[in-house]
């Protein structure tokens, strides 16, 4: 019984998957509705950032009626965003996680997470008069009924705690006598927790979590934690998502290693060429292998740009890759380096390592007319940094033709690297007040002022 109800739900979600461009007519139809825009009017609307929407957003949270819950964003740049949320919105996320499970239970024909508990690690809530904030996470977690705390590990109390030193203190040491069947989260988050609990422990994951079968990540790329997961988990099924404080937008359903972009999540979706910032597509008129950025349209947002840039690789589907953000890129001379760029390098170059060369971030210097990239890396005892360096500049140029013509030229030197103690990161996004499960740091930087500050940190720290 169980079995064909999630069947038909993930029926259910492939039919929708082929029907996307009758379903997101139909949505932006009821969107327009709700804002009372014609459809000249919507057409005529500006493409617009979260600066430019801030006055809204800082009304409604002054006056705390239309919307009472604030995601507060996972932190890809220095300043936070606050994004407005209903009841109705967060009930979304919690059809979707119905959605993911029906796909696992598919693909798998088995239902064992039913028989345990995921284990996610969430943000904290801070209520400010009639409004919640937190990031989106937290405010998820925070609106299910209560019995779904019977299979959710940590508990509510412990899961939204402020204190998230406590918090991943507690998961520690008590995960272990809780049968954890699956697991939801920022990927790198996820690497942390295990590796903490067998650094505690003393024990493989394995023999820590024998139940544990599926791992939901998103927020980052896949790509520089798989060889953790083939090393210690290599049966360990994995779906990919894409959620954001903003909503929630692709799961992995019918092409395995590329989302697909889903219609009925709330989104209306439109697509601005990454070369031409003035030409705004519908899904109709997007074309495969062109990068483009996604502009949203929901019950909060009229032409919201999200700054994410994403990939077409077969519009049938409407499957795709996360591939940067508009601002987390390098752009010192015309080398046009972007994110993916990055992580593809990282990933070729550690090939199968057991112990892999961790990328932090990087970012353009400049000094005496010297143009150059500076990469920091987690500290690696055995890292022979020239050796490193002229691999990453040789990979980076068959990835990159731009980066390849600019090195070749002259315009672009040989890039440099620091390595950083692994606690660095942490450090400094708790000094930013920004510690949660859902954080985490631009693989690349388009000035050097995060760069710095972790450089200032791990000077700290080589003092003590």
């Excluded at 697909?260 to 070369?275: A, C, D, K, S």
Aim: hydrophobic share 35%; proline share 3%.
């Amino acid at each position: 019984m169980l079995h064909n109800y999630f069947r038909r739900r993930f029926d259910y979600l492939k039919n929708q998957i082929k029907d996307f461009y009758r379903l997101q007519d139909i949505l932006k139809d009821d969107i327009l509705s709700y804002h009372g825009l014609s459809h000249s009017d919507f057409y005529l609307s500006p493409v617009r950032s979260y600066d430019d929407f801030l006055p809204e957003i800082q009304n409604w949270m002054r006056l705390g009626r239309q919307y009472v819950y604030f995601a507060k964003s996972s932190g890809t740049t220095a300043k936070s965003k606050f994004i407005p949320h209903t009841r109705q919105s967060l009930d979304i996320h919690r059809q979707v996680g119905f959605d993911i499970l029906s796909v696992y239970a598919y693909k798998t024909k088995k239902i064992d997470f039913l028989w345990g508990k995921n284990l996610s690690i969430t943000g904290s809530i801070d209520t400010r008069d009639q409004i919640k904030v937190g990031d989106i996470s937290a405010l998820i977690y925070d609106s299910l009924p209560f019995y779904y705390d019977f299979f959710k590990f940590p508990n509510r109390q412990i899961a939204l705690s402020i204190d998230y030193k406590k918090k991943m203190s507690y998961i520690q040491k008590n995960l272990p006598a809780h049968r954890i069947t699956w697991a939801s989260g920022v990927t790198s988050w996820i690497v942390y927790v295990l590796n903490q609990l067998m650094t505690y422990h003393q024990k493989s994951i394995r023999e820590l979590l024998p139940h544990f079968n599926l791992l939901v990540h998103g927020g980052v790329s896949m790509k520089p934690f798989l060889h953790f997961f083939q090393q210690y988990l290599p049966h360990l099924f994995l779906i990919q998502t894409y959620n954001a404080s903003e909503g929630f937008f692709g799961i992995e359903v019918l092409d395995e290693g590329y989302l697909n972009l889903m219609p009925q999540y709330g989104n209306y979706f439109e697509f601005r060429p990454i070369e031409s910032s003035s030409d705004i597509l519908t899904s109709r008129e997007i074309q495969i292998g062109k990068p483009y950025e996604l502009i949203l349209t929901n019950h909060a947002f009229v032409r919201y740009a999200l700054g994410d840039v994403v990939l077409f690789h077969d519009t049938h589907n409407m499957s795709f890759e996360i591939i940067g953000r508009t601002k987390s890129c390098i752009n010192l001379v015309g080398e046009e380096l972007m994110e993916h760029n990055a992580i593809e390098a990282f990933r070729q170059i550690n090939g199968d390592s057991k112990n892999p060369i961790t990328l932090v971030t990087s970012c353009p210097k400049s000094q005496n007319n010297s143009y150059y990239h500076l990469w920091l890396v987690t500290e690696h005892s055995d890292l022979n940094e020239k050796i490193f360096l002229t691999q990453l500049d040789f990979t980076l140029q068959v990835l990159n033709s731009d980066y390849a013509s600019k090195r070749q030229g002259g315009l672009l030197d040989f890039p440099q690297l620091k390595q950083i103690h692994s606690e660095t990161t942490l450090i400094y996004l708790s000094r930013e007040n920004r510690l949660s499960g859902q954080a985490k740091i631009p693989v690349l930087s388009s000035d050097e002022e995060l760069a710095n500050a972790l450089l200032e940190i791990n000077q700290g720290l080589m003092k003590i």
